[in-house]
């Protein structure tokens, strides 16, 4: 028992949240069956299992990153096809990123019972427990991405003299770049903040060793899946293709016109100004696939160029949308099913939990940047990565999750500062009243 003890903080958390994300999936999102990009996903994960390839039905693919639907067809084969087996493995893999807030607060912080804090928020915090409901990325995403931040903070506070660490950290890398294709933007961050450090006399000079070790492993292991693309679509796609189709649908006269889009996303086949005249190739394989994605990246950049007095409203709706507390889904189990009661009370959680937390994370953001600037810079660095994403892109309120933890973390960096500061306070008041309590003691002995 006593070998457990340290453990037990992490291991109450770990079962909170998970307890806390299977109701929500056996309560609110109890009737969720795959619809959209989910889908998507689990007819690659199932045609792994039956045809062998990763294909759609239309033939192999090049349009999705690979580890989601390989997990999935992992689970099916494993546990079975029904969704809930998949959607309970994203319910342990986000109540895994509970445990890392709490790790990351506790170390970064040196404070048990804030990173204690720390940890329960994130447990009840719909902003993460939500994408456990449905079959997309954001759960893995966010996971994998915290944990990158939580390798980098501990490589930093062992001043790079951990080899293995590094090893971890270009794995992480690789996995969450195979998440999704942005994820290669990660890679570069952890190249820069290395860079900076050393630059700054905060890491030794070895640690550039590291980083590319670390950076070595990364592309060690998305290359096969580099060489599978190419082998299938004959172009280089490092990861997947789909930008063309985020970019097209971001850019067009329907998210600068219509309310219910401004600055979000709209169909490319039924967007303003059409794209061009279709390509004719049917069935339309990897091949196919690349050459929609450069007609859509260059309709995109044509309509940028052309309306560049629109670009900075457009890229305000883009950080408007983000930080919306919550953006509706057509996927999402509280918009499919929102008659229900528990629906009513996850989304209004949905709504008032965020604000807060983001109040906290700008004041922390504040109070934190002198002390624990040099730790916090990978973080700092990958917020900045996701606005930058999102204002080339479009906004999403669960564009957001994957900073999510991130936000926690800044929030308990706030809340310890206030605590100081009211301490602070209270001393003050109690010298104050020690001081004017001593004349009167003295009067009283002199009379």
Not at 114 to 136: D, E, F, H, N, V
Not at 206 to 227: D, E, F, K, Q, S
Not at 273 to 289: R, Y
Request: net charge positive.
């Amino acid at each position: 028992m006593r070998r457990l003890r340290p453990f037990l903080p992490a291991i109450m958390i770990f079962c909170l949240g998970l307890l806390v994300r299977i109701v929500y999936n056996l309560v609110v999102a109890a009737d969720y069956y795959p619809l959209h990009d989910s889908l998507t996903y689990q007819t690659i994960a199932f045609n792994l299992l039956d045809e062998h390839c990763f294909c759609l039905k239309q033939g192999i693919t090049i349009s999705r990153a690979p580890l989601w639907p390989f997990l999935i067809a992992g689970l099916s084969l494993i546990a079975g096809r029904a969704n809930i087996f998949a959607r309970l493995f994203l319910c342990a893999l986000d109540a895994g990123t509970c445990v890392l807030v709490y790790l990351f607060v506790r170390d970064l912080f040196q404070n048990k019972r804030l990173a204690l804090l720390a940890g329960l928020i994130a447990c009840i915090y719909p902003a993460l427990y939500l994408y456990t409901g449905w079959m997309y990325t954001e759960t893995l995403y966010t996971f994998l991405q915290t944990a990158v931040c939580y390798c980098v903070l501990r490589i930093q506070q062992s001043e790079g003299q951990r080899r293995w660490l590094w090893v971890l950290c270009g794995v992480l890398l690789a996995l969450l770049a195979l998440t999704r294709p942005n994820g290669v933007v990660v890679i570069g961050l952890v190249v820069l903040w290395a860079l900076f450090l050393v630059w700054r006399k905060r890491l030794p000079r070895r640690a550039l060793l590291g980083v590319a070790l670390t950076v070595l492993v990364a592309c060690a292991v998305i290359a096969p899946w580099t060489i599978r693309n190419y082998n299938a679509s004959h172009s280089f796609v490092l990861v997947a293709g789909g930008d063309g189709t985020v970019l097209r649908g971001a850019y067009n006269n329907i998210v600068m016109t219509n309310r219910l889009y401004l600055g979000s996303w709209y169909s490319p086949g039924k967007s303003e100004p059409p794209v061009g005249p279709p390509i004719n190739i049917n069935p339309c394989l990897a091949p196919c696939e690349v050459l929609v994605q450069q007609e859509e990246v260059a309709a995109a950049i044509k309509w940028a160029t052309s309306h560049p007095g629109e670009l900075p409203l457009l890229w305000f709706y883009h950080l408007r949308n983000f930080f919306t507390p919550y953006t509706h889904e057509a996927d999402m189990p509280i918009d499919r099913f929102p008659t229900r009661l528990p629906s009513h009370i996850v989304s209004a959680m949905s709504y008032a939990f965020p604000i807060p937390i983001m109040l906290l994370a700008a004041l922390g953001l504040i109070v934190t940047r002198r002390n624990y600037w040099p730790e916090l810079l990978f973080a700092y660095l990958v917020m900045l990565g996701t606005i930058g994403e999102i204002l080339v892109f479009y906004g999403n309120a669960r564009f957001r999750s994957p900073i999510e933890p991130l936000f926690i973390v800044l929030a308990m960096g706030a809340i310890q500062w206030l605590w100081q500061r009211w301490q602070q306070y209270q001393r003050r008041r109690q010298g104050q009243r020690e001081q004017n309590e001593q004349p009167a003691e003295l009067s009283a002995a002199a009379q």
